[in-house]
């Protein structure tokens, strides 16, 4: 069985769309972002602070081309994981990728009190998660075997469409 690869924008649900497809789904499920601050002993943000995004890329590679050796498995990356398209070969090797798209202002609504996010802990967040999100929007397309947009949809409603992706003779 191929893994569920969910990538998008932080805030689009990614983490919280795998925990529920891990109960209903019964697969094993990882966190991309959670294993790299497991490794290096520190969350994410302290690694941003400390050593910069470009160390912090150059771990997300070694974890994914790791985790792209599962089969089976649910794989919630982190929101620039497409930054680098090493990484987008290696999920798509043994995996489908959705993409939760999300529009900037639910996302800027989702995360707004969150200050663990390094790239939004700025003077105008929503200014900031726009410029990233236009530049990152045709990654994810082009990376993306399936679009769900999460903007208006309950976490419950994108693991239904998702399951009828992945599994559509399933009943759910």
């Known amino acids: 069985m191929k893994n569920i690869v969910l990538i998008g924008f932080m805030g689009s649900g990614k983490t919280s769309v795998a925990k529920e497809l891990k109960r209903r789904l019964n697969l094993p499920c990882v966190d991309s972002d959670e294993v790299i601050a497991s490794e290096e002993k520190r969350p994410v943000s302290q690694i941003f602070e400390e050593d910069g995004e470009s160390y912090f890329r150059d771990k997300e590679i070694e974890v994914i081309e ?3 050796e599962r089969m089976g498995w649910i794989i919630s990356t982190g929101g620039g994981v497409v930054l680098n398209p090493e990484n987008i070969f290696n999920l798509k090797r043994n995996g489908k990728i959705f993409y939760l798209k999300t529009q900037a202002s639910v996302i800027y609504n989702r995360i707004k009190d969150d200050s663990t996010r390094p790239l939004v802990n700025v003077f105008d967040p929503l200014e ?12 994810y ?5 399936y679009i769900v947009d999460t903007s208006s949809l309950a976490i419950n409603e994108v693991c239904d469409k998702i399951i009828n992706i992945f599994l559509p003779k399933q009943k759910l």
């Open 66 to 68: 790791s985790l792209s």
């Open 128 to 139: 900031r998660i726009e410029k990233l999100l236009a530049r990152r929007t045709r990654l």
């Open 141 to 145: 397309e082009e990376a993306t075997d």
